[in-house]
């Protein structure tokens, strides 16, 4: 499902992002990506939803290859990628509904099956009876089971969360943990970069590791490996 070879990454400013990326990643794995602050992390999921380009390799997802994808394919192709990020990223202004709908509009679907589609994965995420709200009236685990739940409205392949629980006390961190788990167990790939060692230790899973754009370690079942 991922495939990433020899991918490297300078940024305008001169700094060397990803030096040498090589990976697979098969469809139905949850795999965390660990690593000190500035090792490239981020960057690396922004590869795999072409937020970002590489400046040389390769990166296929879902079989496309996004080297060559055009920028009018980019919002088709993004359609099947999920992403989730430490702070929510919820339009204030929307109910816990229309922020997922909305995913939903843009590609033209029927209202009944807009309807449909938002309430299973609200129940998803256990909001069912929380739809009519706003962002600012929810707990921040909340927002993020929105922010999942929007993610997943499209049933995309692949989940990129980016640090999902970041922003989130320990409790609320492993609930957000149990639903990215049940996920991955209906088939979806994850892709989770986190700094929880906690977590990591916790509930095991394929670690992959980078340090100053490179990956170091890439262990089944592994550790977070670092201190802090
Ligand atoms: N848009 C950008 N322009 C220039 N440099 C960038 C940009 N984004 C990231 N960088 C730099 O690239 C390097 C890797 O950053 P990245 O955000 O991928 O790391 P990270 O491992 O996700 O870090 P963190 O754990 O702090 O989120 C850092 O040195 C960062 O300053």
Do not use: C
Request: net charge negative; no cysteine; proline share 4%.
């Amino acid at each position: 499902m991922i495939e990433m070879q020899d991918v490297y990454m300078t940024y305008p400013n001169g700094v060397v992002a990803l030096n040498g990326v090589n990976v697979t990643i098969e469809q139905g794995e949850f795999v965390y990506i660990v690593g000190p602050s500035g090792a490239g992390k981020s960057t690396f999921t922004k590869m795999l939803f072409r937020e970002t380009v590489p400046t040389d390799g390769t990166v296929q997802v879902n079989n496309k290859d996004l080297i060559k994808l055009k920028w009018k394919e980019v919002p088709y192709f993004r359609r099947n990628i999920g992403v989730v990020y430490q702070d929510f990223r919820l339009l204030p202004k929307l109910t816990v509904y229309e922020n997922i709908a909305f995913a939903l509009e843009v590609i033209e679907e029927t209202p009944k099956n807009i309807r449909k589609r938002v309430m299973s994965v609200l129940d998803q995420v256990g909001l069912k009876n929380k739809a009519r709200f706003i962002p600012d009236e929810l707990s921040g685990g909340e927002q993020q089971r929105v922010a999942i739940a929007r993610a997943m409205v499209n049933r995309p392949a692949l989940l990129i969360a980016d640090e999902p629980t970041g922003n989130l006390d320990p409790d609320t961190s492993w609930e957000i943990m149990s639903i990215l788990e049940e996920i991955n167990a209906s088939g979806t790939t994850i892709l989770m970069a986190t700094h929880s060692k906690e977590i990591v230790n916790t509930v095991k899973k394929r670690v992959i590791a980078m340090e100053d754009g490179r990956i170091v370690r890439d262990e089944h079942r592994g550790e977070y490996g670092y201190e802090i």
